[in-house]
């Protein structure tokens, strides 16, 4: 039996690693792993296969940036003739991100069987290209594993069969357990202090110069109370730079490694972000999370975890970092199955779907 595995952008890969790993353990399990190359800077990409023990993808499509239409179409041509070649049984893909739904399409039109891992989820706001790329990947897909029981309910308001759907629970999760211990140590004597730690990426957060300077001016305004330090995307980084923007009194560093930025997420006063997958590790490790957007994929971080929406109100941002400043930070817990076994379960569900 031959998997093949779809990986491009820094989020796939932290999901990819514990399927990988748990396929390892199935003997008669053959394993391809293809990088798009969405993701290429060795910050964003090559420093995550090491800490995360993924081995090096035997395909790299080298794709690289470009307009949505383009960098799905290069993906799309670039990728099929290695479907062909390679005649897998099944091809796994991760989240929402272009190379998920590029891959998808192309092996639903060669009538190759596909998986998505992270299915279901739903922001219901079709401005954000990951909700388009979610809803294609769903509908295209033939297995589907889902982190959270929202994500069952909106695959069966969709019409997708429950057949094909599996509630596993977090593949994400099972990478922070399992890299928690080496994030420990590497935190160990270091970040004293209050700080908050911020990422931001989204084109809704940094593309537009007005909103951007907003929040870079209130993180600024509570620098004094709370350090700042600030891992920057290379979108981010370009849009700061073409704005002319003043940066300088914030901590801005590079992209870190995976291990780096858990150990500095576990010990964050707040966690304040754009990001999906970051909602998800704080609601895991109970740290506070402010999220910079009008609505999530991910509720039962709301619901269950440490997380709020901002949106774009920056006083709703001041009000929430003082009740947190202030020893009233909002409490969670762990949603079911966000256990670090969410990657046997998928390996276990595959080797019984296709033997
Ligand atoms: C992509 C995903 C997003 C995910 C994010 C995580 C889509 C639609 N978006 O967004 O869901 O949360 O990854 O990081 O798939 N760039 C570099 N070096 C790189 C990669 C990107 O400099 O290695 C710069 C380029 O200027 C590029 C821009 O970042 O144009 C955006 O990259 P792109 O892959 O299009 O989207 P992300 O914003 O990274």
Same mark, same amino acid.
């Given at each position: 039996m031959l998997i093949l595995h779809v990986v491009g952008a820094r989020p796939n890969? *932290?999901?990819? #690693?514990?399927?990988?790993?748990?396929?390892?353990? @199935?003997?008669?399990?053959?394993?391809?792993?293809?990088?798009?190359?969405?993701?290429?800077?060795?910050? *964003?990409?090559?420093?995550?296969?090491?800490?995360?023990?993924i081995p090096a993808p035997d395909v790299n499509l080298a794709v690289g940036s470009g307009s949505h239409a383009k960098q799905t179409a290069e993906i799309m041509s670039?990728? !099929?003739?290695?479907?062909?070649?390679?005649?897998?049984? =099944?091809?796994? /893909?991760?989240?929402? /991100?272009?190379?998920?739904?590029a891959a998808a399409l192309v092996c639903a039109k060669l009538l190759i069987k596909v998986g998505h891992v992270e299915a279901g989820l739903r922001s219901f706001d079709r401005t954000m290209p990951e909700e388009i790329n979610r809803l294609v990947t769903d509908q295209l897909s033939d297995l589907l594993f889902t982190p959270s029981q929202d994500g069952n309910q909106n695959l069966a308001r969709e019409g997708i069969a429950a057949d094909k759907v599996h509630l596993v629970g977090n593949v994400m999760i099972d990478t922070l357990v399992e890299l928690l211990p080496a994030a420990i140590r590497a935190g160990k004597d270091g970040f004293t202090g209050r700080? #908050? =730690?911020?990422?931001? @990426?989204?084109?809704?957060?940094?593309?537009?110069? +007005?909103?951007?300077? +907003?929040?870079?001016?209130?993180?600024?305004?509570?620098?004094?109370?709370?350090?700042?330090i600030f891992p920057v995307h290379p979108r981010t980084r370009q849009r700061i730079a073409e704005f002319g923007l003043k940066v300088d009194q914030l901590r801005l560093l590079d992209p870190l490694p995976y291990i780096d930025f858990l150990a500095y997420q576990r010990l964050a006063t707040v966690v304040i972000t754009d990001s999906g997958g970051i909602q998800e590790e704080?609601?895991?490790?109970?740290?506070?999370?402010?999220?910079?957007? !009008?609505?999530?994929?991910?509720p039962i971080t709301i619901t269950q975890g440490t997380n709020e929406l901002?949106?774009?109100? *920056?006083?709703?941002?001041?009000? !929430?970092?003082?009740?947190?400043?202030?020893?009233?930070?909002k409490k969670g817990s762990v949603p079911p199955l966000w256990d670090g076994h969410a990657g046997e379960r998928i390996a276990d569900l595959l080797v019984r779907n296709l033997s």
């Open positions: 890969f *932290m999901k990819a #690693a514990p399927v990988v790993r748990a396929l390892r353990l @199935h003997k008669g399990v053959k394993q391809t792993l293809v990088h798009t190359g969405q993701h290429y800077d060795a910050n *964003m990409s090559d420093v995550f296969f090491q800490q995360l023990k670039r990728f !099929e003739p290695v479907v062909l070649q390679g005649k897998p049984d =099944l091809v796994l /893909v991760y989240g929402d /991100v272009n190379s998920t739904a700080y #908050a =730690l911020v990422t931001l @990426h989204r084109p809704s957060n940094v593309d537009d110069p +007005r909103t951007l300077k +907003r929040i870079l001016e209130s993180l600024l305004a509570v620098n004094d109370e709370l350090a700042i704080t609601t895991y490790l109970q740290v506070p999370c402010l999220t910079l957007r !009008e609505n999530t994929e991910r901002i949106g774009h109100d *920056m006083k709703k941002l001041r009000n !929430e970092l003082e009740k947190i400043l202030s020893g009233k930070a």
